[in-house]
Each structure stands twice: as structure tokens, then as C-alpha cells.
């Protein structure tokens, strides 16, 4: 059997579908479906059973789970880079993870585990995964925070010589539909363009960069399953690796690819930033991979007009979910 948690979100479900691919379908789905939408991300999934979080971890620490794991991945988190509730954060995105990650590996399970790009900050101490730097991150939010904590302590106690932490740099793709106003711009610029024929971007408050020409390191959903497997099929690595596609484009790019994908002429206004985020915004981001290729992914990365083309016409359009077998 294989777990993962935060199955009913963006990168889990997309991950069981990934898996469904394969013929896999002996999952069990951990998550708290509250009450948004991401239930819908399931309805074309296949797995065994679904849980929801606080019983799963009560499973575990009382020892209920009766069908032999072969892996964990831990996507389950609070990933609201603006959520302030410290107490709640430690609780949700660190001591859990502490606690499933000690269970499995002293039972022998392979724990893959969501970290984040957040950890890098505003990236003044740059971008690399190697894990003997990450003592110099300074995270810019409690969210990046929480997961430099489980970083740290993962390092600290060895733990990170036997499992995989996996930091996620700007996913986009189908099946981010529930998460309002923590989805990727492409869905924002998608509806914007359908609402008023134009895209609103910030403007830049640092003169070396243009209004719009901010750079992300954005990556499909697709590329960045492929890249979550790849650490399934080879238990022999362990450590945090970036998962990214190595290369920082513009928002401007981002946003002529959604009004390319729609067959409609790119009409920009850039706008004030709020006052509340300009301390936490980052102007650059790239994953370096370096550390991912020389591990043995070979696979191409989807251009990003290519995935954003993807995305608009056969998912957006059609308002589909990714699925499975």
C-alpha cells in the first residue's frame, strides 16, 4: 500500500493520478476535506480508502494500520504563505510531519515529504538543495518557516539520510481549482481575461527589475509528478532536492502564454503592490537541479508556453480534473 497525505489537494491528487497511470490503485488517501472543493479532485481518482487526517494519526500512533506501506509521501500541509497562526502552523506542517516521519522509517517505510521553495526566502543565500547550506535560509513567512524547522530537524537528528524532502518551487496545473487565492496566476490570468479581456500584474519596486519582469522558477504539475516518482522508483537516494525546471521567466511570460493559450491579444495593466506583501516579495526565484540530474532524471522539462498552452485549452476550457486510470 502506498499513503500519501493531502490527497484531495493539487500536487497529492495530481500524484494519484500519476500513480492510477501505473496501474497502482492500493492507496490509501489522507486529508481533511473541510468544506472547498477539492473533494472534486478524487471523483476520477482510484485507491483503496480514504482517511482523514487527525484519525490516520491516530491510526498510527495506535498502531491500526493493518496493510504492509511501502511508501509515504507527505503532502499534507497548511500552504498559505499567508496564514499568521504560528502555533497552528508548528502544529500542522512540523510536529506532524516529525512524528510520521519517525514512524515510518523505524518501520522500514520509504517517506518522500513536501518541503518547500519558500525556505529560500527572498533568496539572498540562493537557491541550492544542498542540505549543508539550509542552516543559512532565512524564510520570509511562518509557512516557509515551518518547513525550515522540519528541514532542520531531519538533519539534525540523521533522519535526512533516509528519506526524501522535495522542495516545490511554482506548481501550476489542473486540480488547483479549490484553492481560491492560493492558486497559480495562469488560473488568475485565465479568469481575468475571460472577465475583462485584460491581466492586472504588479508593478516593481526595485529598479533592476521592469513592471511585470519579476522572474519565478514556474513548473507544470505534470513535470513536477515525474519528478516526485522518480524518487519512488530509485530508494537508494535521500536528501531534499529541488523540484523545478531550473530556468526563471517573467511574469509578462507567464501571462502572453495564457493570452496566447486563449487565442487572445495580451492586454497588460500593472498595478500598486499592497503595502502588506512588498516585504515578502520575491523577485527572483530558479531552482538549481543540478543535484536532481546528476541523481538520474533525464526526463525533458515542458517548455512553459507548452504546459500553459496544456493547461488553458484542455483543462481550464473544459473545466477537467486530472485523472486516472
Known amino acids: 500500500m502506498i499513503i500519501v497525505t493531502g490527497g484531495a489537494g493539487f500536487i497529492g491528487s495530481a500524484l494519484i493520478a500519476g500513480l492510477n497511470k501505473r496501474q497502482i490503485t492500493d492507496i490509501l488517501v489522507v486529508d481533511r476535506l473541510g468544506t472547498n472543493q477539492k473533494w472534486k479532485n478524487l471523483r476520477s481518482l482510484s485507491f483503496a480508502d480514504y482517511v482523514e487526517k487527525d484519525d490516520f494519526l491516530e491510526m498510527v500512533i495506535e498502531g491500526k494500520l493493518d496493510s504492509p506501506v511501502e511508501a509515504v509521501f507527505h503532502l499534507g500541509a497548511c500552504s498559505d504563505t499567508t496564514e499568521t497562526n504560528a502555533s497552528y502552523l508548528v502544529k500542522n506542517n512540523y510536529e506532524y510531519t516529525k512524528l510520521l516521519a519517525q514512524w515510518a522509517t523505524d518501520a522500514d517505510i520509504r517517506f518522500i515529504y513536501a518541503s518547500s521553495a519558500a525556505t529560500y526566502g527572498d533568496g539572498s543565500a540562493g537557491f541550492s538543495d544542498d542540505e549543508e547550506t539550509i542552516e543559512t535560509l532565512s524564510p520570509l513567512n511562518m509557512y516557509g518557516y515551518?518547513?525550515?524547522?522540519?528541514?532542520?530537524?531531519?538533519?539534525?537528528?540523521?533522519?535526512?539520510?533516509?528519506?526524501?524532502?522535495?522542495?516545490?518551487?511554482?506548481?501550476?496545473?489542473?486540480?488547483?481549482?479549490?484553492?481560491?487565492?492560493?492558486?497559480?496566476?495562469?488560473?488568475?490570468?485565465?479568469?481575468?481575461?475571460?472577465?475583462?479581456?485584460?491581466?492586472?500584474?504588479?508593478?516593481?519596486?526595485?529598479?533592476?527589475?521592469?513592471?511585470?519582469?519579476?522572474?519565478?522558477?514556474?513548473?507544470?504539475?505534470?513535470?513536477?509528478?515525474?519528478?516526485?516518482?522518480?524518487?519512488?522508483?530509485?530508494?537508494?537516494?535521500?536528501?531534499?532536492?529541488?523540484?523545478?525546471?531550473?530556468?526563471?521567466?517573467?511574469?509578462?511570460?507567464?501571462?502572453?502564454?495564457?493570452?496566447?493559450?486563449?487565442?487572445?491579444?495580451?492586454?497588460?495593466?500593472?498595478?500598486?503592490?499592497?503595502?502588506?506583501?512588498?516585504?515578502?516579495?520575491?523577485?527572483?526565484?530558479?531552482?538549481?537541479t543540478a543535484k536532481l540530474r546528476n541523481s538520474g532524471y533525464d526526463k525533458p522539462i515542458t517548455p512553459l508556453e507548452d504546459a500553459i498552452k496544456d493547461y488553458v485549452q484542455n483543462y481550464l476550457r473544459k473545466s477537467t480534473y486530472l485523472s486516472g486510470i
Open 146 to 288: 515551518s518547513k525550515q524547522l522540519f528541514d532542520l530537524w531531519a538533519r539534525r537528528t540523521g533522519l535526512l539520510q533516509k528519506i526524501v524532502g522535495l522542495k516545490y518551487f511554482n506548481v501550476f496545473g489542473p486540480n488547483e481549482y479549490h484553492k481560491e487565492d492560493m492558486r497559480s496566476f495562469v488560473v488568475k490570468a485565465f479568469e481575468q481575461i475571460n472577465a475583462g479581456g485584460k491581466v492586472r500584474l504588479f508593478k516593481s519596486y526595485q529598479s533592476e527589475y521592469a513592471d511585470g519582469e519579476q522572474v519565478r522558477d514556474f513548473i507544470y504539475i505534470k513535470d513536477a509528478v515525474d519528478m516526485t516518482l522518480f524518487f519512488l522508483d530509485n530508494p537508494h537516494l535521500s536528501g531534499l532536492f529541488n523540484v523545478g525546471t531550473g530556468e526563471a521567466r517573467t511574469w509578462n511570460d507567464l501571462v502572453i502564454a495564457v493570452f496566447v493559450g486563449m487565442g487572445s491579444k495580451p492586454n497588460i495593466e500593472y498595478v500598486d503592490m499592497p503595502d502588506s506583501i512588498r516585504s515578502q516579495y520575491q523577485y527572483f526565484t530558479r531552482a538549481e
